[in-house]
């Protein structure tokens, strides 16, 4: 990856506020950037849900409670979600159904949650594993899943990368996609 | 021969091109249905493009797009047509890049279950090569037998079996295109850095020219379960649905039929052996559009707690695929989950007859339209708990102007897509101008009814397209779909893939003003594009 493709540009303060909302008919959570993920998950497991994310694999360890998912939810989605499945382990499910987002210049980006879309480019792709160069979420919708539910799983073969090296002309791309959302 | 078609004739001159006038034809239009009206009315090939080109490599592509760049002339690429959203609408001074040329197989990789094929390579045929290797894509859509892998990734397209194996973005782990500058390159699925694939799914030809793909792969299936429920009403249906997904089932084919669509399906208008019946279902072109003046009172009385009962209720069929007796244990822990909500098995047959005649359906909207009608389908979405009313809310604003029935064949966990089938007849009343020619009255009363339905859906809280895409014919509504956020976003990653926006230019999003569109009409729109 290019240096100027993985730019981190800011940080999610964390934050305590409880503000998550549970839709439990569509099993999703919006949930405000701030929030780390253990404290999500301490608040889903209460309702009988998770986020079902591996939070040791998901970030740093937090630096005062030495507990894992001590990482902001917006830091997260910018590292590209780590300790989340694979989202080809279940082709009908995903991860991240809404956002609202803040663009680099200053714009905000609403996606409403739903389950897919074929409207054009998915923006979501904007905000996920882009170190916020591209838009920083303020608030996710969720996939969340009652603790006892049955995880199908269908996993690549071993082998596949899910995760190469961004070539250079990918990062001319971004670049160019950076500098063309921050000059609006 | 036109200039622009000269000038690339003359730059490649071992590139196959066309100005043949029957090619210009084919080529002015994909399978929207209100192009269909046009065509009734004798208006055939009215955005005929200057030419068309067959690349057959991507370095060809590559050069061709480089030299539009430099002469400032828009390309449209095109797969095989099947599109329902005038997502190709060339004009005099276009050219259409036909990608049907380009249908190798590059890499089948069977360890990792991966194959990078061609973007012109057509879907059946893929399919059955790979089932003869044992693998299947999984992806069947309803177009199969006429769209391209190209076609489908830019249009985000989603197959009958989608509750198992997802959508074309769920497949897809690579892509090669072509910008607009020229530039070929490959686009990698990523998990931890940036992932440029999903700008690209949907882009619908204004972002980059697909050329290939590398995608996931599965074994074929090796058993099958089948089964049929019917349910008191749809909402009923739906419930249970959202259980089994909720659940972790995950059924290849989940159908819920509305109790008209279920009616038809148990009825059966389709031969054994695979033939449509034809016309329209069981009725006469002249009956039918009698009592399509009146769509509001029929509409009522079906969709109603009488209609339901009278009609037999809802149907759901189920299909569960995969290996040894796992189909079979899942099917039974989807039938027990159904009868604690009111299902009634109704055996396998509903499922079994669906699967036999699973691309019928598409055969059946040209006697349509040769009885004087129209018909048309709207793919809407959202969460479960929004479904309701998205329901609700689409089906009255189309139902003031078509007669409308639905039926539900993507569920996911968070939610589900509405596929509403409409038909309609020439608008009549004091508002329709005087002098009007039927098919202008039908136009009229299309127009009416895209719109009522596309208002509702946003004001449910819906999305406008769950896997048709958006075309010339949703674009005047994107802002309503993203926020004016969301379409300067889409408008700025037009420039950053595609500088001098050469690329299918006023597909997606409504041109920047000064514009031809207006808000929410379509005859305004398509014929102030045309030139």
Redesign the interface.
């Given at each position: 990856?290019s240096s100027t493709?993985?730019t981190r540009t800011a940080t999610t303060t964390p934050s305590t506020a409880d503000s998550i909302e549970i839709?439990p008919?569509?099993?999703?959570v919006s949930v405000p950037a701030g929030k780390t993920l253990d404290a999500l998950e301490t608040a889903l497991a209460a309702r009988g849900f998770t986020l079902g994310v591996a939070l040791d694999l998901a970030g740093p360890r937090d630096a005062a409670t030495g507990s894992a998912g001590g990482i902001t939810i917006g830091d997260w989605l910018a590292?590209?979600?780590?300790g989340a499945a694979?989202?080809?382990a279940?082709?009908?499910?995903?991860l991240l159904?809404g956002l609202e987002a803040t663009?680099p210049d200053g714009?905000?980006?609403?996606?409403?949650?739903?389950?897919?879309?074929?409207?054009?480019?998915?923006?979501?792709?904007?905000a996920?594993?882009?170190q916020r160069?591209?838009a920083s979420v303020e608030l996710a919708w969720l996939?969340i899943?009652?603790r006892d539910?049955?995880?199908?799983a269908?996993p690549?073969?071993e082998?596949?990368d899910?995760?190469?090296p961004?070539?250079a002309?990918?990062a001319r791309?971004?670049d160019?996609?950076a500098?063309?959302?921050a000059k609006? | 021969m036109p200039e622009s078609l000269e000038s690339l004739a003359r730059a490649f001159p071992d590139v196959r091109t066309s100005e043949d006038a029957a090619d210009r034809v084919a080529y002015s239009r994909d399978l929207w249905p209100r192009h269909h009206l046009a065509v009734r009315a004798g208006n055939v090939g009215e955005h005929r493009p200057a030419g068309i080109v067959w690349p057959t490599t991507t370095d060809e592509v590559s050069r061709i797009v480089r030299w539009a760049h430099d002469t400032g002339t828009p390309i449209v690429p095109f797969g095989a047509g099947s599109g329902v959203c005038a997502g190709v609408l060339p004009q005099k001074d276009i050219i259409v890049l036909d990608l049907k040329k380009m249908t190798k197989w590059r890499a089948l990789d069977e360890r990792a279950r991966t194959l990078d094929v061609e973007a012109g390579q057509m879907g059946l045929p893929l399919e059955e090569d790979l089932n003869r290797r044992g693998f299947t894509l999984g992806h069947f859509p309803s177009s199969i037998l006429c769209s391209t892998v190209g076609g489908w990734v830019a249009a985000r397209s989603a197959g009958q079996c989608s509750g198992m194996y997802g959508k074309i973005e769920d497949m897809v782990l690579a892509l090669e295109c072509v910008t607009g500058t020229g530039e070929i390159v490959n686009l990698r699925h990523r998990t931890s850095g940036p992932n440029l694939i999903p700008l690209v799914i949907g882009s619908e030809g204004t972002l980059a020219i697909v050329t290939s793909a590398t995608l996931r792969l599965h074994e074929a299936p090796k058993t099958r379960a089948f089964a049929g429920f019917s349910f008191p009403t749809t909402e009923h249906g739906w419930e249970a649905m959202r259980a089994m997904f909720q659940a972790g089932l995950r059924p290849a084919v989940s159908r819920l039929y509305d109790p008209f669509d279920a009616m038809l399906a148990r009825r059966g208008s389709v031969k054994k052996d695979g033939a449509d019946s034809g016309g329209t279902p069981g009725l006469g072109a002249a009956a039918l559009r009698s009592v399509l003046r009146r769509p509001g009172a029929i509409n009522e009385l079906l969709d109603g707690a009488f209609g339901s009962k009278m009609l037999g209720g809802s149907l759901v069929v189920l299909i569960f695929e995969g290996d040894g007796d796992g189909p079979q244990r899942d099917m039974e822990q989807a039938r027990a989950l159904f009868e604690t909500m009111r299902a009634k098995y109704e055996g396998e047959g509903p499922a079994r007859k669906w699967l036999l005649h699973r691309y019928s359906v598409s055969y059946r909207q040209a006697p349509v339209f040769a009885a004087g009608l129209f018909s048309d389908t709207m793919e809407v979405a959202a969460p479960w708990s929004k479904l309701r009313a998205l329901y609700d809310g689409v089906r009255r604003a189309l139902g003031e102007h078509v007669f409308v029935m639905a039926h539900l064949s993507h569920a996911y966990p968070d939610g589900c897509c509405i596929y509403f089938s409409f038909a309609g007849t020439a608008a009549k009343g004091k508002d329709v101008p005087k002098g009007a020619g039927w098919d202008e009255r039908s136009e009229i009363t299309y127009d009416r009814a895209w719109k009522a339905a596309m208002a509702a859906a946003i004001e449910a809280g819906g999305t406008l397209a769950h896997h048709h895409g958006v075309g010339r014919s949703k674009a005047p509504r994107m802002a309503h779909e993203l926020g004016a956020g969301g379409v300067d976003v889409v408008r700025a990653l037009m420039r950053a893939f595609d500088p001098k926006g050469i690329l299918n230019p006023g597909n997606l999003l409504p041109p920047p003003s000064p514009a031809p569109y207006i808000d929410d009409a379509h005859p305004t729109q398509i014929r102030e594009v045309s030139t």
């Amino acid at each position: 990856m290019s240096s100027t493709a993985t730019t981190r540009t800011a940080t999610t303060t964390p934050s305590t506020a409880d503000s998550i909302e549970i839709d439990p008919q569509s099993l999703l959570v919006s949930v405000p950037a701030g929030k780390t993920l253990d404290a999500l998950e301490t608040a889903l497991a209460a309702r009988g849900f998770t986020l079902g994310v591996a939070l040791d694999l998901a970030g740093p360890r937090d630096a005062a409670t030495g507990s894992a998912g001590g990482i902001t939810i917006g830091d997260w989605l910018a590292n590209g979600a780590p300790g989340a499945a694979s989202v080809f382990a279940d082709p009908a499910d995903h991860l991240l159904a809404g956002l609202e987002a803040t663009l680099p210049d200053g714009q905000r980006l609403e996606i409403r949650p739903g389950p897919r879309r074929a409207v054009g480019p998915d923006l979501t792709a904007l905000a996920i594993g882009t170190q916020r160069r591209l838009a920083s979420v303020e608030l996710a919708w969720l996939r969340i899943h009652r603790r006892d539910a049955r995880r199908p799983a269908m996993p690549l073969p071993e082998g596949v990368d899910l995760d190469p090296p961004v070539s250079a002309e990918e990062a001319r791309l971004v670049d160019a996609i950076a500098r063309e959302l921050a000059k609006r | 021969m036109p200039e622009s078609l000269e000038s690339l004739a003359r730059a490649f001159p071992d590139v196959r091109t066309s100005e043949d006038a029957a090619d210009r034809v084919a080529y002015s239009r994909d399978l929207w249905p209100r192009h269909h009206l046009a065509v009734r009315a004798g208006n055939v090939g009215e955005h005929r493009p200057a030419g068309i080109v067959w690349p057959t490599t991507t370095d060809e592509v590559s050069r061709i797009v480089r030299w539009a760049h430099d002469t400032g002339t828009p390309i449209v690429p095109f797969g095989a047509g099947s599109g329902v959203c005038a997502g190709v609408l060339p004009q005099k001074d276009i050219i259409v890049l036909d990608l049907k040329k380009m249908t190798k197989w590059r890499a089948l990789d069977e360890r990792a279950r991966t194959l990078d094929v061609e973007a012109g390579q057509m879907g059946l045929p893929l399919e059955e090569d790979l089932n003869r290797r044992g693998f299947t894509l999984g992806h069947f859509p309803s177009s199969i037998l006429c769209s391209t892998v190209g076609g489908w990734v830019a249009a985000r397209s989603a197959g009958q079996c989608s509750g198992m194996y997802g959508k074309i973005e769920d497949m897809v782990l690579a892509l090669e295109c072509v910008t607009g500058t020229g530039e070929i390159v490959n686009l990698r699925h990523r998990t931890s850095g940036p992932n440029l694939i999903p700008l690209v799914i949907g882009s619908e030809g204004t972002l980059a020219i697909v050329t290939s793909a590398t995608l996931r792969l599965h074994e074929a299936p090796k058993t099958r379960a089948f089964a049929g429920f019917s349910f008191p009403t749809t909402e009923h249906g739906w419930e249970a649905m959202r259980a089994m997904f909720q659940a972790g089932l995950r059924p290849a084919v989940s159908r819920l039929y509305d109790p008209f669509d279920a009616m038809l399906a148990r009825r059966g208008s389709v031969k054994k052996d695979g033939a449509d019946s034809g016309g329209t279902p069981g009725l006469g072109a002249a009956a039918l559009r009698s009592v399509l003046r009146r769509p509001g009172a029929i509409n009522e009385l079906l969709d109603g707690a009488f209609g339901s009962k009278m009609l037999g209720g809802s149907l759901v069929v189920l299909i569960f695929e995969g290996d040894g007796d796992g189909p079979q244990r899942d099917m039974e822990q989807a039938r027990a989950l159904f009868e604690t909500m009111r299902a009634k098995y109704e055996g396998e047959g509903p499922a079994r007859k669906w699967l036999l005649h699973r691309y019928s359906v598409s055969y059946r909207q040209a006697p349509v339209f040769a009885a004087g009608l129209f018909s048309d389908t709207m793919e809407v979405a959202a969460p479960w708990s929004k479904l309701r009313a998205l329901y609700d809310g689409v089906r009255r604003a189309l139902g003031e102007h078509v007669f409308v029935m639905a039926h539900l064949s993507h569920a996911y966990p968070d939610g589900c897509c509405i596929y509403f089938s409409f038909a309609g007849t020439a608008a009549k009343g004091k508002d329709v101008p005087k002098g009007a020619g039927w098919d202008e009255r039908s136009e009229i009363t299309y127009d009416r009814a895209w719109k009522a339905a596309m208002a509702a859906a946003i004001e449910a809280g819906g999305t406008l397209a769950h896997h048709h895409g958006v075309g010339r014919s949703k674009a005047p509504r994107m802002a309503h779909e993203l926020g004016a956020g969301g379409v300067d976003v889409v408008r700025a990653l037009m420039r950053a893939f595609d500088p001098k926006g050469i690329l299918n230019p006023g597909n997606l999003l409504p041109p920047p003003s000064p514009a031809p569109y207006i808000d929410d009409a379509h005859p305004t729109q398509i014929r102030e594009v045309s030139t």
